[in-house]
């Protein structure tokens, strides 16, 4: 396989389950990030992965919970989410600073009910 | 803070030419970048301006003008697979894609 891959591609849940999305890089950039799209809404960045340590958090609630074990995974856990959460994920990955271009995987289409 | 104007919506024929503007507030920014995304789709990279003026890269061009904090996105002899959402972003950190989107511009490409 090659570019950023997502998995799962959808998923339903309730507001009280846990889930995982995941994806998975091979491109060999040092720097993965999760961003969430909304109907009508700009991209919106959540967290930014570089070289595994978590470089910005921005102001996502706790119900989201990154995780980055090597520089070719990144997981987003999910739990007690809310209907407003219903959106695409969008994963991507760069190869770090001073580098221009995201690459980024077609996402998990998150619907909570 | 940060943000970015475009238009919702631009319709347009095969074969002619549509300008995508992008109108921002920043209080300072490395480049400015635009994304395609299909319905369905990765957002996929079309260009990115660091310094002022025009890149061209084939059939699409993006224009930067820091004093008017302005660019766009010209797409020349457009196709009907042009039909898709067109996202400016802003680059705030010089690397690290941190990436700051408009709300995107969705482009009807029509026979």
């Known amino acids: 396989e090659t570019g950023v891959t997502q998995t799962p591609r959808h998923l339903v849940m309730g507001m009280t389950n846990k889930k995982s999305l995941k994806c998975e890089q091979h491109?060999?950039?040092?720097?993965m990030y999760w961003y969430k799209q909304s109907a009508k809404k700009p991209l919106e960045l959540m967290f930014v992965y570089s070289l595994e340590e978590r470089v910005e958090n921005n102001s996502v609630p706790s119900r989201f919970s990154p995780e980055c074990p090597n520089s070719s995974h990144l997981f987003l856990h999910l739990h007690t989410l809310q209907p407003e959460d219903s959106a695409l994920y969008l994963c991507?990955?760069?190869?770090?600073?001073?580098?221009?271009?995201?690459?980024f995987g077609q996402g998990t289409r998150l619907t909570v009910v | 803070g940060q943000s970015l104007e475009q238009p919702s919506e631009v319709t347009a024929v095969e074969g002619a030419i549509v300008q995508i503007n992008c109108t921002y507030q920043?209080?300072?920014?490395?480049?400015l970048s635009w994304y395609q995304q299909h319905d369905g789709g990765a957002p996929t990279f079309l260009s990115y301006n660091a310094l002022d003026g025009l890149e061209e890269t084939g059939r699409f061009s993006s224009f930067l003008s820091r004093s008017d904090s302005y660019g766009y996105l010209l797409l020349q002899e457009l196709q009907m697979k042009d039909s898709a959402s067109y996202f400016c972003?802003?680059?705030?950190?010089?690397?690290?894609?941190?990436?700051?989107f408009g709300a995107g511009t969705r482009l009807a490409v029509h026979p």
């Open positions: 920043t209080s300072g920014f490395y480049g």
């Open positions: 491109l060999g950039h040092n720097a």
């Open positions: 991507a990955s760069s190869q770090g600073q001073g580098n221009t271009e995201a690459f």
């Open positions: 972003a802003l680059d705030p950190s010089g690397g690290y894609n941190k990436l700051i």
